[in-house]
Each structure stands twice: as C-alpha cells, then as structure tokens.
C-alpha cells in the first residue's frame, strides 16, 4: 500500500561546504528518493546567515521552521540518523517498506526485534517497534478506569528500547534501518491488525516459543489471530533463533491452487537475498504431487530463480519438514495459508500452525491475495 504524499518538502542544509555537510546532503536525497518522497533541496554555506539564525553548529538541517543541528563533536552518525527519521516521519516513511515488529519487552519479543531489524537492514525496510499495552481495569459507573501513570511508563519503556537499539549502529549512516515506534492501548491482536492497516505495512514480525500450555494459550490469543486475519506476509521467530542472512529458504508446498497465489511473493523475498528455493513436498498418498506443474512453472516464469525441488514420503509433514530444513541448512520455512470461515478456523487444526508452534526456524507465512 502507498501512502499519500501531497506536499513538495522544502529543505536546507546549512554549512561550510565541508565533507560533514556534503554527507548530510547526500544522505537526505537517499533517504527521501528511496521513501519517493518529493522535495527540494538548497544548500546555505553563507556564514552570515548562520550567525543571523543564531545557529549553534553547522552542519544543520533546516525543513519550516525547525532547524535540526547535525553534531560533529563524536556524535554526527547519531544526530544525522535522528534528522533523517525526523525528516522521513513528517510524510510516514513515504514508500519505503515497513515492517511491524510487536514487542511486550520479554526475551522472545526481543529477540524477534533483533532479528526484524536485522532482517528489515537486509531489505531497505523501516522497523516499526508497536507495543500494545492491554490495562487491566475495573468497571466504574459503566467507564473503565486505567492507570494514566503506568501508561507513560510503559511509553517510555518504549521510547528507551527503541534508543537502546538505535545507540550503537556502526558508521554507515546508510547501512541500518530506522527504527520508528508506535504505543497503543487495547486487546493487542485487534490493534496490530489495525496498525498493519495504518501504516501499511509490507510484512508483520512477532516472536514465537515451544508448545507450553500457557504458551498456547498466549500464541492462540495473539499470534494466531495474526497469522490468520493479516493480508500481509507474517514470519514468526522462535526464543532462540538468530539471523545468519538468508540463503536457503524451504517452501512446503501442497495446494497447486494456494501454491499459484502466493508463489511471486515467496520469489520476491528469495531473490532480494539470491537465496536458493527448496520447494518440498510431503506425500502421503492423499493427493497428487505438484511438483511437476511447479518445475515448469519456475523454468518458465522465473528462470533466474535457484530452486531444488524434493518429494518426501511420510504421514508427518510437519516432522518430514524439520529434518529436511536441519539436513539442508535451511534459514527460513515458508508456508502458504488461506482465509477461512469462522467455523473452519474452530475445527480445523492447520499444518501452518502446527508448524509454528514445532520449528526451531524462523516461519514466514503467505496469504492468498
């Protein structure tokens, strides 16, 4: 989904023409030519002028009427990072990919934090860390009353997980996604749909765990709600993966119909990291194997993609699934779902699910468009 960009930015880079000033230059037209969004750009190097505006310290962005200083005493990354997200945040990102990545602040939302925005840097995506706080509240006079106070905690709690993750982010300014943030209050599966909305989001990023009974539960009430209703592609992380790159991606395909709907998106992820596919069938006698059709498919429509094509024959997908990926060094396991009817989605136990709650790999889940 794009946004809608309607006013030309007008801004101005105010310094000496030193090489600190030429690259907060050429770091703004990245930004804003990647976001699409349009702007005009002047460069003020009149000392004068500097001194009239009462300027602390140049190099300094100028866009209406704030002036953001650029600091050059240890902190130019830093500073030139925060002019830019501010810059960028005044249009939403413009173009540029978004991913949301929900955080509650244990170890798992964390690690599936680390992961995203290493991940979103690989893709030239912006992170969105959302943090939904769910307050517990009595009934008065039929108002719910909540904790005002507790609420900017966790706000700031917020505010300081994201800074811990922008503090240290190497000396390419260019190199590492922006991390933006988002607080909201309400039942956080119904809020990180609405935000996936808003924001228009490319992918949805959340942490996942074993099989517990209290983690099924959580996963039930959150995740699965996620995983079902998002239009948009969901990868799920287990506690304790972590991103090595992505070079070898596991698509379990099975439904030549499902399989057709959701395979440009999963060429699409592939070849942004020139992974190799692995298009795995588990075969239990059940159905035709579409392997085949699918070879042709690839041969013809995207013959640039490296693919290795594999039929396995059991009656445990989801166990045939984890041995091929731990076998081939596979990075990321990929599904395809579909929409269902309420009723469906009571009585039917998907293989998607099964699988989340079983891997030990990072699952990337496709919708049917």
Same mark, same amino acid.
């Given at each position: 989904?794009?946004?809608?960009?309607?006013?030309?930015? !007008?801004?101005?880079?105010?310094?000496?023409?030193?090489?600190?000033?030429?690259?907060?230059?050429?770091?703004?037209?990245?930004?804003?030519?990647?976001?699409?969004? $349009?702007?005009?750009?002047?460069?003020?190097?009149?000392?004068?002028?500097?001194?009239?505006?009462?300027?602390?310290?140049?190099? +300094?962005?100028?866009?209406?009427?704030?002036?953001? $200083?650029?600091?050059?005493?240890?902190?130019?990354?830093?500073?030139?990072?925060?002019?830019?997200?501010?810059?960028?945040?005044?249009?939403?990102?413009?173009?540029?990919?978004?991913?949301?990545?929900?955080?509650?602040?244990?170890?798992?939302?964390?690690?599936?934090?680390?992961?995203?925005?290493?991940?979103?840097?690989?893709?030239?995506?912006?992170?969105?860390?959302?943090?939904?706080?769910?307050?517990?509240?009595?009934?008065?006079?039929?108002?719910?009353?909540?904790?005002?106070?507790?609420? !900017?905690?966790?706000?700031?709690?917020?505010?300081?997980?994201?800074?811990?993750?922008?503090?240290?982010?190497?000396?390419?300014?260019?190199?590492?996604?922006?991390?933006?943030?988002?607080?909201?209050?309400?039942?956080?599966?119904?809020?990180?749909?609405?935000?996936?909305?808003?924001?228009?989001?490319?992918?949805?990023?959340?942490?996942?765990?074993?099989?517990?009974?209290?983690?099924?539960?959580?996963?039930?009430?959150?995740?699965?709600?996620?995983?079902?209703?998002?239009? +948009?592609?969901?990868?799920?992380?287990?506690?304790?993966?972590?991103?090595?790159?992505?070079?070898?991606?596991?698509?379990?395909?099975?439904?030549?119909?499902?399989?057709?709907?959701?395979?440009?998106?999963?060429?699409?992820?592939?070849?942004?990291?020139?992974?190799?596919?692995?298009?795995?069938?588990?075969?239990?006698?059940?159905?035709?194997?579409?392997?085949?059709?699918?070879?042709?498919?690839?041969? !013809?429509?995207? $013959?640039?993609?490296?693919?290795?094509?594999?039929?396995?024959?059991?009656?445990?997908?989801?166990?045939?699934?984890?041995?091929?990926?731990?076998?081939?060094?596979?990075?990321?396991?990929?599904?395809?779902?579909?929409?269902?009817?309420?009723?469906?989605?009571?009585?039917?136990?998907?293989?998607?699910?099964?699988?989340?709650?079983?891997?030990?790999?990072?699952?990337?889940?496709?919708? !049917?468009?």
């Amino acid at each position: 989904m794009q946004n809608m960009i309607n006013d030309l930015m !007008e801004i101005t880079v105010l310094g000496t023409g030193s090489s600190s000033h030429q690259m907060v230059s050429f770091a703004i037209k990245k930004f804003l030519n990647s976001a699409e969004i $349009p702007f005009v750009l002047k460069e003020e190097t009149d000392i004068a002028t500097f001194l009239q505006r009462e300027l602390v310290s140049v190099p +300094c962005v100028q866009i209406g009427d704030e002036f953001l $200083p650029v600091q050059s005493n240890g902190n130019f990354n830093k500073s030139l990072r925060v002019a830019i997200k501010h810059i960028l945040k005044k249009q939403n990102f413009g173009n540029m990919k978004k991913i949301i990545i929900p955080v509650d602040f244990s170890d798992v939302s964390t690690n599936a934090f680390m992961y995203g925005h290493r991940l979103a840097t690989d893709l030239g995506a912006i992170v969105k860390a959302l943090h939904v706080y769910l307050p517990t509240s009595k009934e008065l006079y039929e108002a719910t009353v909540v904790d005002v106070d507790f609420i !900017e905690l966790r706000k700031s709690k917020l505010e300081n997980f994201v800074k811990d993750f922008d503090r240290d982010w190497g000396s390419d300014i260019l190199a590492t996604s922006i991390i933006d943030s988002e607080f909201r209050t309400g039942f956080p599966g119904e809020e990180i749909m609405d935000s996936l909305e808003n924001n228009g989001a490319e992918m949805i990023i959340m942490g996942s765990t074993g099989d517990s009974g209290s983690i099924k539960k959580w996963f039930g009430s959150v995740s699965t709600k996620v995983m079902h209703e998002s239009h +948009c592609p969901v990868m799920l992380i287990p506690e304790n993966a972590g991103y090595k790159g992505v070079h070898n991606i596991l698509y379990a395909y099975d439904d030549i119909e499902l399989d057709k709907k959701v395979i440009d998106q999963l060429v699409d992820f592939s070849m942004k990291f020139d992974a190799v596919l692995h298009l795995v069938h588990v075969n239990d006698d059940e159905k035709p194997n579409p392997g085949y059709y699918l070879e042709e498919l690839f041969k !013809e429509k995207y $013959p640039d993609q490296k693919i290795k094509i594999s039929t396995i024959n059991s009656l445990d997908v989801v166990e045939s699934i984890d041995e091929y990926a731990k076998s081939h060094n596979i990075d990321v396991i990929s599904m395809g779902t579909k929409d269902r009817s309420f009723f469906d989605s009571i009585f039917h136990e998907s293989i998607t699910t099964k699988m989340a709650l079983h891997s030990e790999l990072p699952l990337l889940i496709l919708k !049917e468009h």
